[in-house]
């Protein structure tokens, strides 16, 4: 977890059990941010820009990836309409809720 005190939660925090830990809008303290590491709490979800994870790429890379996954196809219709589909569903994947 690579919260950092100031974030703002954008979800609420669940304990395993369901229960509401941290409610949505509450604004991370150094307390809080220890308190969700010892219940082994791994991901959360913060307002703002999504920090960046080493090796892990952007948006922009992965349709560029895409792009060129389907290049050698591009006479072949229900190919095409399938990579249209990926693109559309990955786009939407990296939407905030």
Do not use: N, W
Request: hydrophobic share 35%; aromatic share 2%; proline share 4%.
């Amino acid at each position: 977890m690579q919260a950092a005190e100031g974030m703002v939660l954008a979800k609420e925090v669940l304990t395993s059990e369901g229960r509401i830990l941290c409610g949505k809008g509450t604004t991370l303290t150094t307390t809080i941010i220890e308190r969700i590491r010892k219940m082994d709490i791994s991901q959360i979800t913060v307002e703002g820009h999504p920090v960046q994870v080493e090796g892990e790429k952007s948006l922009e890379q992965e349709l560029r990836d895409i792009e060129k996954r389907f290049s050698q196809v591009k006479h072949v219709p229900p190919l095409m309409y399938i990579k249209k589909k990926i693109m559309q569903r990955k786009a939407a994947s990296r939407k905030a809720p």
